[in-house]
């Protein structure tokens, strides 16, 4: 005859369940599945003892090593990205059927997520700051959609981390942005990236990782990341003509989210060489014709309207929301670079009609409710070539002349109104670092600048370095001209 005790033990397993066990919570180790799963309509799933002492990783290590739900499939059975390469014709004709079955996330993946409140924490965060100046992440269908399958859809949860990964400030001691998370984040998307998961959700977690490893000055790294992401990009179809696109895209809003993702990514491609013009560019010059985002604020609503898109060749007027604004300045970004590291450049006619252009680009910009400094980056990249030069040419000195017009308009517009002084470092983006720099540098090299403005940019610096670690690195390069220039 059982005791009650030893009925008891019957109905409950031996270990906790890996869900309660990923979010830190108590389980009642019932059986079939526990309460709190059932409660929150969560998967339940309990590790035999073997498995658990093979269960090695922790939190607070990188992550190795991902199981994503393929690996004990036959090597030899057909999956969507393989066919995609050697035969995109049978999907194009529908022959074959390709299942797209759920795989469990790994349980310490889960676990450095957190539970569901740390997810939206994270979310919120998101959308709140880096959303503002880079919104390539539909809102509507992220909150609608992602959230409720991220514990069955390993793209889901490598997007989940990457939002986790850049809405975190780096430590302070040791001052170091490699954090633990960041391989993490790192390695998940690898072995992700490499599994037959083929998903726009990766490409973003890619791009929020490149954006991390840019902003932190974590080099060459960023570069060659932003370069995965264009290839990805390629692979789906994305602004590539006469390819199969690899999901038929149904609504307005997922198409608009198609193209803001390639526009980030022309964003990065064009900004990591903006310091050293020459390098190649992972992404095709856009043309006239491409698009550019639609409104910001209605797309976070999930309203895009074939009738409200504009292309590249529409003029700069107010309908233009700030991260269209982006965009333009990009391509033109593209342009200077191309044209600063060419044989062509001795051209003046051609650097006159960039002058113009990205002199109609900074009137556009700074006629906004809140000036947007990403356009003034194009304009240092085009005269910095010149201003450095050493003859004194007449293009020189036109160079030496904007830089000062340059200096008065970052003074009046971005010191005074306090656009890029004082404001919160996490809603700070990374662009304007660069073009302070070289303000800074010009100044200590040339005598070229307002020491006062200067002062401020030094103290910026040293607020944004709080949260990006390239802040830092630019002080110490100033420090490091400094002492080339007292030599």
Request: glycine residues 4%; aromatic residues 8%.
């Amino acid at each position: 005859m059982r005791t009650p005790s030893s009925d008891s033990s019957l109905d409950q397993a031996q270990q906790v369940c890996t869900s309660c066990k990923a979010r830190k919570r108590k389980c009642d180790k019932a059986l079939p599945e526990c309460s709190p799963c059932i409660k929150r309509s969560l998967k339940c799933e309990y590790l035999t003892p073997e498995q658990s002492r093979n269960s090695t990783s922790t939190p607070d290590q990188p992550w190795h090593g991902i199981v994503t739900g393929n690996d004990r499939a036959d090597v030899q059975s057909l999956d969507f990205p393989t066919m995609l390469f050697l035969d995109p014709g049978i999907l194009q004709h529908g022959q074959v059927s390709i299942p797209c079955a759920a795989a469990p996330v790994p349980a310490p993946i889960l676990q450095v997520l957190g539970d569901m409140d740390e997810i939206r924490a994270a979310a919120s965060k998101f959308f709140e700051h880096i959303h503002l100046w880079m919104p390539f992440i539909s809102k509507k269908r992220f909150y609608e959609l992602h959230l409720q399958s991220f514990q069955t859809q390993p793209d889901i949860a490598l997007l989940l981390l990457s939002l986790k990964l850049i809405t975190t400030l780096p430590p302070r001691s040791p001052r170091n942005p490699r954090t633990s998370l960041y391989y993490t984040a790192k390695h998940f998307y690898l072995e992700i990236e490499g599994s037959s998961i083929f998903s726009i959700p990766i490409l973003q977690a890619g791009v929020l990782i490149a954006l991390y490893e840019l902003g932190h000055a974590i080099y060459p790294s960023a570069y060659l990341s932003i370069g995965a992401c264009a290839r990805y990009a390629h692979a789906h179809g994305i602004n590539v003509v006469g390819t199969l696109n690899t999901r038929r895209v149904v609504t307005l809003v997922e198409a608009e989210e198609r193209r803001r993702v390639w526009w980030a990514i022309v964003i990065l491609d064009r900004f990591v060489s903006t310091s050293c013009p020459g390098r190649p560019f992972a992404t095709a010059d856009p043309s006239l014709s491409d698009l550019l985002p639609a409104d910001d604020a209605a797309w976070d609503r999930g309203i895009v309207r074939s009738e409200d898109s504009f292309n590249l060749s529409s003029p700069m007027t107010a309908h233009m929301s700030k991260f269209a604004l982006l965009c333009q300045a990009a391509r033109l970004l593209g342009q200077v670079l191309r044209h600063v590291s060419s044989k062509s450049a001795i051209q003046d006619d051609v650097w006159m009609q960039l002058d113009r252009t990205l002199h109609s680009m900074l009137a556009a910009s700074l006629d906004m409710d809140e000036p947007d400094y990403d356009q003034i980056t194009a304009l240092v990249a085009l005269y910095m070539p010149s201003f450095y030069a050493a003859d004194d040419t007449n293009r020189s000195q036109r160079a030496r002349v904007v830089i000062q017009q340059i200096n008065e308009t970052v003074s009046t517009n971005l010191v005074e109104q306090k656009c890029f002084i004082g404001r919160d470092p996490e809603s700070v983006s990374p662009w304007g670092l660069f073009f302070a720099y070289h303000l800074c540098g010009a100044h200590i090299r040339y005598g070229q600048g307002i020491p006062e403005l200067v002062a401020i940019l030094k103290e910026t610096f040293r607020s944004i370095d709080s949260r990006w670690n390239a802040a830092g690195v630019y002080l110490q390069l100033l420090e490091a001209r400094q002492v080339m220039n007292q030599s």
